[in-house]
């Protein structure tokens, strides 16, 4: 059974600094993998898709990475800005459509 | 029209209620999921359709029934349910199985 798990649970950072959110996934039979953010009480919006194939993605401040063999993802957000403050969710489709806990994040103007 | 609507947004009704959920989509998608989320907690997938035919059923109580009467209308139907099934109800939408799923708002339904 495909588990996920996000590192860390919650980070507070100042304006402009770079950062980098990390998952894990334990199957590495992986269709492809998702990064969302979720605004508190809202839907999620998708920021981007990395498929099994691929090693990287980037949309503006955001890249993502995926190291399918070692079961890894990381997300990293360039000159964090208040606005990106939200939860981080990785979601991970193989047999199932799977997410992590989510890394809730602050950035501090 | 990037867009997936829900409606109601919040919805409270009792344990001998019947009332329904309604996810649209106008994107062209052929795939679309009905996830729960508990409050603090990320959220869970219930059911997708794919081509308007039930895909994935993750093993959820028939006190929820799903409906997909065409491409770009799903909905979910409550019976009897429990005031644990209290919880943001989110519908999401796809290309396929397998592609960037787009979510919307979400109902926030109460059981009392």
């Known amino acids: 059974k495909q588990e996920v798990t996000q590192i860390p649970a919650a980070l507070s950072v100042p304006e402009g600094e770079n950062l980098v959110l990390n998952c894990s996934f334990t199957?590495?039979?992986?269709?492809?993998l998702q990064w969302f953010r979720q605004d508190p009480g809202k839907g999620l919006t998708s920021l981007l898709l990395?498929?099994?194939?691929?090693r990287e993605q980037t949309s503006g401040r955001l890249n993502a990475s995926l190291d399918k063999s070692s079961g890894r993802s990381t997300l990293y957000i360039a000159a964090s800005q208040p606005g990106d403050s939200a939860t981080y969710l990785c979601a991970v489709e193989g047999q199932n459509f799977v997410f992590g806990p989510g890394t809730r994040l602050s950035v501090l103007p | 029209d990037t867009e997936v609507t829900q409606t109601p947004k919040h919805l409270v009704m009792g344990m001998t209620n019947k009332k329904s959920l309604k996810c649209e989509q106008h994107?062209?998608?052929?795939?679309m999921y009905w996830y729960k989320q508990k409050a603090k907690k990320p959220p869970e997938l219930m059911f997708v359709y794919s081509y308007e035919k039930l895909s994935i059923n993750e093993s959820v109580p028939s006190r929820f029934s799903p409906e997909c009467p065409n491409s770009s209308l799903l909905n979910l139907h409550l019976h009897a349910l429990q005031p644990e099934d209290s919880a943001l109800y989110l519908c999401a939408s796809s290309r396929g199985e397998s592609y960037e799923q787009y979510f919307g708002p979400g109902t926030r339904l109460t059981v009392t």
């Open positions: 990395i498929q099994s194939s691929q």
């Open positions: 994107m062209g998608h052929r795939a």
């Open positions: 199957d590495s039979a992986i269709y492809n």
